[in-house]
């Protein structure tokens, strides 16, 4: 069994991007038995502007949108980042042994760094934080959507960097989870992101789902019904393939190939699939949202869970690193 960990931020509505590159990976991975810890990575929205009297209901939408994919709060820790604060504490740690110039690589730094007269230095370490938060609870194996597959690569360099430094295997090297998709926006072209104005909200209502699928974009070169189309380049295929059953995949494949399936047909059959896959995440959504306060109880016990687990991960790093204050001294 291996130890996951994954973190999703508190930066808007979870979108159908976010759904299927994560949180579908999360639930699998929970309902396999591995030992999950998942978390509202609150810490990591810092990173950019934002105002500060909205954050704690988006922490609050974040963690109900987790809770209600059907995780089994008894068997994985669901936690808001800022409730542990050895995550910040260990990234300091870990910056010390990171690479500079790995991180000026990094190419969600430069684009969201990209035509701002200055960013904040949390934006370029931002990959520091996150490795921390993988490697605080020796996380082996990370189910992320391909956007995150550079900052895990990162993680898994930092990992190395400090075990050499101190000879000794603190951390194991992180993996990604096998599958890694990237999810198109309603425009067909790019990431579906909560900052681009192209998402389909994971707890949209059906009717705002047919709505926003409607106009979506599919092969620019499918200019008419008779004209083949390229499943291969288009979002709606991906979809189909992480929701519709396989045989129904397959059909689709070869008649949208052999123009026997039109654009809004095909589309269609989606809606119905992501009606079935999201009929029942809306309606415990809904429960959760009738009980705020079971759901701040449900991430307290998960972020207590998670103190001591990370108590245990700093006193072995502090020890490694010879790091012994006098009041841990005998
Ligand atoms: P974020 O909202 O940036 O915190 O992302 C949370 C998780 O969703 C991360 O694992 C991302 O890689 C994943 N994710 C976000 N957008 C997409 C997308 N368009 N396609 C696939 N995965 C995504
Ligand atoms: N950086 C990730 C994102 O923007 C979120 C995240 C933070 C994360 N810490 C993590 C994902 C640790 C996996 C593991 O989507």
Redesign the pocket.
Known sequence: MATVF????P?GEV?L??Y???LRQWVKLANEGHDCTFSV?DC?AFTLPYAAADLPKRVFETAVAVLSTGLDESKVNIFVQSDVPEHTELAWYLSCVAPMGELGRMTQFKEKGENKDSVGTGLFTYPVLMAADILLYRATLV??????LQHLEFARDVARHFNHRFKREVFPEPKPYPLT?????TDGNE????SRGNTIAMLDSQATIWKKLKGAFTDPERTTLEKPGRPSVCNIFTMHGVVTPAATVTEIEANCQNATIGCGACKKVLAESLETELTPIRSRAAALNAEPERVTELLKVGAERCRARAKETMAIVKDAAGVRGALSRP
């Open positions: 994954s973190g999703i931020q930066t979108h991007g976010n299927m590159g994560a990575v990591h189910p992320v959507g391909h956007d995150q998709l990237r999810i198109r926006g990431k579906m992101s909560k």
